[in-house]
């Protein structure tokens, strides 16, 4: 055996074998753990995907089937020869909007095989105008069977697909991107890194920044002296129960200062 051959995959349960019409080659069938989340993403950019997912921890997560990713590319449901996607919007303006048709067709496609029941799997379309992406949504997607999520192009999406299909919009924030993928893949990976096995250490999302309704507390490494600044004392002093309460402290006294809206919040829980 060569040094440079694969080592061997460890086992990570038992994996779902799922029908399809499509040819694979046997020896590269994904592996995917039975109850692993499925996220199927519509867009006119698949290629944009898995993307940076595919890295770090959320890519090894990926390749030992702890989750699973579908690019559905919506221009083979256009319509005519050049598979036209959008058209002008009603009443004027600038710009161009998805057709409802065209994205009926796509959630549709995505819907296939999927629970009916919108809290075991949600769709979402990316939008500025969408309920704020908040870590209690993340931790809401990361407990379901799945999600669809849509990207939108040019002025945005006809509303009568919206509506008759219930889709739920979430913003990233109070600025507008050119389209909907950067925005689906910050969103899946806060979701992806919450599933049980995904993390090495479980308890980084426990005390990480919004776990607790607060930002984090600063973080020190080695060495313990750099340009002239020292670590906290408190923090090379091993007393837990102190190192507890002066992160404790930061943390508050940093969500105060940077994040007042989250304070409020706080205090009227």
């Known amino acids: ?48 995907f898995p993307g940076t ?10 390749d030992f089937g702890l989750w699973q990713l579908e690019a559905i590319d ?12 959008d058209d002008t919007p009603a009443g004027g303006g600038a710009g161009m909007v998805l057709r409802p048709d065209v994205v009926d067709a796509a959630l549709r496609h995505a819907r296939v095989g999927t629970p009916v029941d919108r809290a075991r799997w949600p769709v979402i379309y990316l ?21 669809t999520l849509l990207c939108g192009r040019f002025e945005g999406v006809d509303q009568r697909v919206l509506d008759h299909h219930q889709v739920e919009e979430i913003s ?7 389209g909907g993928e950067i925005a689906a893949q910050a969103i899946l990976d806060a979701t992806v890194r919450l599933i049980p096995g995904v993390l090495g250490n479980a308890a980084s999302t426990e005390e990480e ?6 930002l ?7 060495p313990a002296v750099w340009e002239g600044q ?28 940077r994040r007042p809206d989250l304070w409020d919040k706080r205090r009227v829980r």
Not at 53 to 62: E, F, M, N, P, Q
Not at 129 to 139: K, L, W
Not at 209 to 214: A, I, K, P
Not at 246 to 255: F, I, M, N, P
């Open 230 to 257: 020292e670590i906290p004392a408190v923090l090379q002093s091993g007393n837990h129960a102190e190192i507890a309460r002066w992160r404790r402290q930061k943390a508050e006294e940093l969500t105060q200062a």
């Open 53 to 62: 997912l595919g890295l770090s921890l959320t890519g090894k997560a990926l």
């Open 127 to 147: 939008s500025p105008r969408g309920t704020p992406f908040t870590q209690e949504t993340a931790r809401r997607l990361a407990k379901g069977a799945g999600l």
């Open 1 to 48: 055996m060569s040094d440079d051959a694969p080592a061997t995959p460890k086992s990570h349960g038992r994996y779902q074998i799922r029908p399809t019409l499509q040819p694979r080659d046997l020896m590269e069938e994904p592996r995917l753990v039975k109850g692993a989340l499925t996220a199927k993403v519509i867009t006119l950019f698949p290629e944009a």
């Open 74 to 85: 919506l221009r083979q449901f256009g319509e005519g020869k050049h598979r036209n996607v």
């Open 172 to 178: 990233l924030g109070d600025f507008v991107l050119t």
């Open 209 to 214: 920044s919004f776990s607790d309704g607060l």
């Open 216 to 222: 984090e507390h600063p973080q020190y490494t080695r």
